[in-house]
């Protein structure tokens, strides 16, 4: 059968098409994680970044010891974007995120303490505010609990949640200024529902703060990243009870 010169040109186009596909996949997922968002510079930290950049309202997510390029963090982040936030996971570690066959955990944590984390994370911070963030939410992923409670005790951000969180103390919650979510895990062995408890009395105590505590059952530490078949269901409701924190108190408008 002869090839008519309308058949070739529209098999260019297809052809042409295709590849603008295939080139914008791979340079929208460099790590084969999300292919919504990007990385790019805020605050002098490389940061993952999902949803409309133009959005007045952002979520910092502050990732465990594995770091920003975690596909399941960035997942969590683009469903965030999805609801029509700025969502920014930043490198805390530098490319340097915990891996045990590179070094040993106390060293590595002596390297990248948490008060590291914080510190950049107010730089983040400013760089949105610039950006014309009006309101800005940090939700700490184990790690991640630390640089966000002590964003909590500031007037840097206006909610922040806590999933499976590491690296804090009861008396945090005494200063925290912010609405503040924990969601926990009952077969936790680094943070057991009797720590959650106590965080949970301390807010009960002030009921000027707005508080949600919700222990979830049958999952293990870290449990809203590190989902298998049998615990996927209750990762996603934590990441929907995330969002609803945020909505709730972020004040996020639909688009006018
Ligand atoms: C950890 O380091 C090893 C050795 O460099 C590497 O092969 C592996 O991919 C790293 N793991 C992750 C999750 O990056
Ligand atoms: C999923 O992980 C949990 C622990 O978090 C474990 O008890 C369970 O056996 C795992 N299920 C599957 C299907 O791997």
């Given at each position: 059968m002869a090839i008519s010169r309308g058949h070739l040109g529209v098999a260019k186009a297809i052809f042409v098409v295709c590849i603008a596909l295939l080139v914008n996949a791979v340079k929208c997922n460099p790590h084969g994680g999300s292919r919504r968002g990007s990385v790019v510079e805020i605050g002098g930290l490389k940061s993952y970044v999902s949803g409309p950049?133009?959005?007045r309202y952002a979520v910092v997510l502050a990732s465990d010891v594995f770091g920003y390029e975690v596909p399941n963090l960035r997942k969590i982040a683009d469903k965030v974007g999805a609801a029509g936030y700025y969502a920014v996971v930043p490198d805390f570690f530098n490319g340097d995120p915990f891996n045990s066959s590179i070094k040993g955990f106390n060293e590595w944590k002596a390297q990248h303490p948490p008060a590291k984390a914080f510190k950049a994370s107010i730089s983040v911070i400013k760089a949105l505010r610039r950006k014309g963030i009006s309101a800005i939410a940090a939700a700490g992923f184990c790690y991640g609990a630390h640089a966000s409670v002590e964003l909590a005790k500031t007037k840097l951000i206006q909610a922040v949640v806590f999933l499976?969180?590491?690296?804090?103390?009861?008396?945090d919650f005494k200063y925290v200024k912010v609405p503040v979510e924990i969601l926990g895990g009952e077969n936790d062995v680094l943070v057991p529902p009797t720590v959650i408890k106590k965080y949970e009395e301390i807010l009960s105590s002030r009921p000027e703060i707005p508080s949600f505590v919700k222990i979830f059952p049958r999952v293990e530490h870290?449990?809203?990243?590190?989902?298998?078949s049998t615990t996927e269901k209750a990762a996603e409701e934590a990441h929907r009870d995330l969002l609803n924190w945020v909505n709730k108190y972020i004040k996020h408008k639909k688009k006018a």
């Open positions: 950049s133009h959005s499976h969180p590491t690296d804090i103390v009861e008396d870290g449990w809203t990243t590190r989902y298998n």
